[in-house]
T-cell receptor
Framework: DAGVIQSPRHEVTEMGQEVTLRCKPISGHDYLFWYRQTMMRGLELLIYFNNNVPIDDSGMPEDRFSAKMPNASFSTLKIQPSEPRDSAVYFC???????????FGPGTRLTVT | GNSVTQMEGPVTLSEEAFLTINCTYTATGYPSLFWYVQYPGEGLQLLLK?????DKGSNKGFEATYRKETTSFHLEKGSVQVSDSAVYFCALSPMNRDDKIIFGKGTRLHILP
């Protein structure tokens, strides 16, 4: 299995621009998680889905952030408009039915200038 | 509520030294406990887990024992290697799977040759 796939691996954008991060979970997994990691705040859970339905989005920092999961094999995290404080590494993770072990993707390093 | 507290880093050791990274938790019932490891430039990956009291998780020479009486899950290794340099995260998964997993802040480990 290819593991969790994230794209792009690196994104550099200017303040005010829209950013879309993409994730393909491992086939057969029913939970999908989006995390943000910074030196200051550590690892933060932003939102997670079960069978494509958002379960808890309480970690989404503000209305500029939105996430979708249109089908079992694809999810997006969008930031619009982006701000320099959004600079971080964003991870996607998934887990298979009946398990609480999470499999992480390699992350997307976002830099907003 | 649920929480995880792990020792702050960085922790610096010489090769072949004994390692302990402390982790304590607060939770209702019997959560599952995990250690994840993050190597530079990569996502987190599961190192070991334990699902009930007195269980010992082990992998790659690392061990941790689920201690209900002290609410602890300390990570140990008898002889560390330079390749063990990474960030280590203690995590808790509540009994209710729709309650989100809780990660500690991470402990950075440096092993000197």
């Amino acid at each position: 299995d290819a593991g969790v796939i994230q794209s792009p691996r690196h994104e550099v954008t200017e303040m005010g621009q829209e950013v879309t991060l993409r994730c393909k979970p491992i086939s057969g997994h029913d939970y999908l998680f989006w995390y943000r990691q910074t030196m200051m705040r550590g690892l933060e859970l932003l939102i997670y889905f079960n069978n494509n339905v958002p379960i808890d989005d309480s970690g989404m920092p503000e209305d500029r952030f939105s996430a979708k999961m249109p089908n079992a094999s694809f999810s997006t995290l969008k930031i619009q408009p982006s701000e320099p404080r959004d600079s971080a590494v964003y991870f996607c993770a998934s887990s298979f039915p009946g398990s609480d072990e999470q499999y992480f993707g390699p992350g997307t390093r976002l830099t907003v200038t | 509520g649920n929480s995880v507290t792990q020792m702050e880093g960085p922790v610096t050791l010489s090769e072949e030294a004994f390692l302990t990274i402390n982790c304590t938790y607060t939770a209702t019932g019997y959560p599952s406990l995990f250690w994840y490891v993050q190597y530079p430039g990569e996502g987190l990956q599961l190192l070991l887990k334990a699902t009930k009291a007195d269980d010992k998780g082990s992998n790659k020479g690392f061990e941790a024992t689920y201690r209900k009486e002290t609410t602890s899950f300390h990570l140990e290794k008898g002889s560390v290697q330079v390749s063990d340099s990474a960030v280590y995260f203690c995590a808790l998964s509540p009994m209710n799977r729709d309650d989100k997993i809780i990660f500690g802040k991470g402990t950075r480990l440096h092993i000197l040759p």
